[in-house]
């Protein structure tokens, strides 16, 4: 096995959802992510855990036939639901041997899966959650990468010094932080304003995610106002969504287009109130994920990125006296901010061309 397997399962275990002696951890892996699966157990024993196997958030072959097979009227399925109420440690494992495997399931019928499990994934969230990325051959064709170049990819992103990285990305968040307005703009496509007063601003260093390298908060739900479009692709649903256009105004998505399946983005945008509004501001900041791969567990944390979220906002990114979106959905998509772009925080400029201020190069 790869050395560099069993230093993923490690930072996992040690780092990201810190495993106690008696832990009760469901991990959620396709059967292609098997070796990191092994290397997790073997952790996981040595700390004297309880491990379970489920491909239930990941096989997307079964999904797609269930969901083929199904009427669109789901019930939340209550033995799963009681698995994940008796789980310390949830870990999730991206894999594929096919990125596509649910693109002929129609967009409402998972829009009704999603909603009729959203109180399974709301257990999720309360317990020491992890998701992270095996780099599969089929992930490393969706990012037009060789099976071996994408596995230096993958590792070189997660199995670092996240301490450093934390302190890289604290910079950032001491900008936020007693932050009350945000601005967005980039080229003559982009400019978009929101509020984040009193919302706390988390600094994404592989815990949640793994890899990390984001900060990010929640907009106050009604402040958005204005347009964006996100020019970096997106697989949602099985689908390459590109070329997504927002307007907001009062917070509320009031038009939107995309290039290519847009009707996979209408279909997200009607999945409930919430989803017409933002629920996640995120900042990427990990240089050493340069490159696009399609992949948005990496693509988000891109250092020349940002990305906003329709639908749910994570609970820890909303004040005590501040309202949180809630949806049954969280879409991330992303702005490049390479070229021609800045970030305005409460009327300063905080980022210039991707280069942030405290960065060397950045320009005033």
């Known amino acids: 096995m790869d050395p560099r397997i069993r230093e993923h399962a490690e930072i996992i275990a040690n780092h990201s959802v810190d495993l106690q002696d008696g832990d009760n951890v469901v991990v959620d892996a396709h059967p292609v992510a098997e070796d990191l699966v092994v290397a997790l157990h073997e952790v996981i024993g040595d700390i004297g855990a309880n491990p379970v196997t489920t491909s239930q958030r990941t096989g997307k072959r079964q999904q797609r036939a269930f969901l083929r097979a199904g009427d669109d009227d789901y019930d939340t399925p209550e033995h799963e639901l009681a698995l994940i109420q008796n789980t310390d440690v949830y870990i999730a494992i991206r894999a594929s041997d096919n990125v596509t495997q649910t693109s002929d ?5 998972q829009a009704a899966y999603q909603q009729a499990h959203r109180p399974i994934l709301e257990e999720r969230l309360s317990t020491r959650w992890c998701l992270t990325q095996y780099p ?10 060789s099976t071996e170049g994408y596995e230096n990819f993958v590792w ?4 670092k010094d996240w301490d450093e990285q934390r302190d890289h990305q604290e910079n950032m968040v001491e900008i936020m932080d007693p932050a009350e307005e945000i601005r967005i703009v980039s080229g003559d496509t982009t400019d978009v304003t929101m509020s984040i007063d009193g919302n706390p601003t988390l600094n994404d260093h592989g815990e949640h995610n793994l890899p990390g390298g984001e900060v990010f908060t929640a907009p106050q739900p009604d402040s958005v106002e204005g347009e964006v479009l996100f020019d970096m692709p997106l697989y949602h649903q099985g ?9 907001f105004e009062g917070g509320e998505v009031v038009d939107h287009a995309a290039a290519k ?5 209408t279909e997200v945008l009607n999945t409930d109130d919430g989803a017409r509004r933002l629920g996640e501001l995120g900042i990427g900041m990990n240089r050493d994920i340069d490159r696009f791969t399609y992949n948005m567990l990496f693509d988000e944390k891109m250092g ?9 906002a994570y609970d ?3 004040g005590e006296d501040n309202e949180a979106n809630d949806s ?3 879409v991330d998509m992303i702005v490049d901010m390479s070229e021609d772009s800045y970030i305005e925080v409460d009327g300063e400029v905080v980022q210039r061309d991707g280069t942030f201020r405290f960065e060397d190069g950045f320009a005033e």
């Open 261 to 265: 399946n847009e009707d996979v983005l």
């Open 156 to 159: 070189d992103a997660v199995n």
């Open 316 to 318: 820890d990114t909303v």
């Open 304 to 312: 020349d990125t940002v990305h906003m979220a329709v639908g749910r």
């Open 328 to 330: 049954a959905v969280h």
């Open 239 to 247: 689908r390459e969504i590109t070329d997504v256009s927002l307007e």
């Open 136 to 145: 599969a051959p089929a992930n490393a064709q969706l990012a037009e990468m």
């Open 105 to 109: 399931v129609d967009p409402e019928t």
